[in-house]
């Protein structure tokens, strides 16, 4: 069993449509949750940071964390077609190692 | 602030060359340093990390080794290029503990 299982899509939505994303994990201890957004060809930068249980919010983006249920969410509302990226959840605990989904593509229609 | 950089952004190389990636990172002392690769369509491959000056872990057996010559300088190497080698490296630190990894631009490699 993987550490982190993350759905691959795509996900193809339209513009002003509310997007969730969503990660299962398999490690109790994992204490740290990330989402990073990934354009072509670029590098993954970091969207969302969590500790621990609860939710978080920035602007149009609210991260989920559900430990009883090892489950995380990203929420997207209003999507832009901006938005259009590969989603990467991560989680951490307290090593030195980061554990990563594969990645869910997004597409965003105007 | 913090700044992580990588080059060559972009490098095609025979197969049997050698390798050299460079990471350096700024603002920021006594990082975690790590490589990754990732493959289309596929996750992200941890290769190396690194909590300090001449310490690294290596998780996949390879062609491929890393060496940390400075506190902010993480090298990933190869003295023999093979086909599989071809991917995007990408190069992230974090701050021991903080729980969080920030990650550099890339660089992409193709092996022919």
């Known amino acids: 069993q993987k550490e982190v299982e993350q759905d691959p899509g795509p996900l193809s939505v339209p513009e002003g449509a509310i997007v969730s994303l969503n990660c299962t994990y398999s490690?109790?201890?994992?204490?740290?949750f990330m989402w990073y957004r990934q354009y072509s060809r670029k590098g993954p930068e970091l969207l969302m940071y969590?500790?621990?249980?609860g939710n978080k919010e920035d602007g149009r983006f609210t991260a989920q964390v559900d430990k009883s249920s090892k489950y995380i969410s990203l929420f997207i509302r209003d999507s832009q077609p901006s938005d259009s990226a590969t989603y990467l959840c991560a989680m951490s605990g307290t090593g030195n190692q980061f554990y990563f989904g594969t990645g869910t593509s997004l597409t965003v229609i105007p | 602030s913090q700044t992580i950089h990588q080059w060559p952004a972009t490098l095609v190389q025979p197969v049997g060359s050698p390798l050299s990636l460079e990471c350096t990172v700024e603002?920021?002392?006594?990082?975690?340093l790590y490589w990754y690769r990732q493959a289309a369509g596929r996750g992200l491959q941890l290769l190396f990390y690194s909590v300090g000056i001449g310490q690294i872990s290596s998780e996949v057996p390879q062609n491929l080794s890393a060496s940390r010559p400075q506190d902010r300088q993480f090298i990933l190497s190869s003295k023999k290029l093979l086909l599989s080698d071809s991917g995007f490296y990408l190069c992230?630190?974090?701050?021991?503990?903080?729980?969080?990894?920030?990650f550099g631009p890339g660089t992409r490699l193709t092996v022919l």
């Open positions: 603002g920021t002392s006594n990082p975690n």
């Open positions: 969590t500790y621990s249980s």
């Open positions: 490690n109790s201890a994992f204490q740290y």
């Open positions: 992230a630190w974090s701050s021991g503990g903080s729980g969080t990894q920030y």
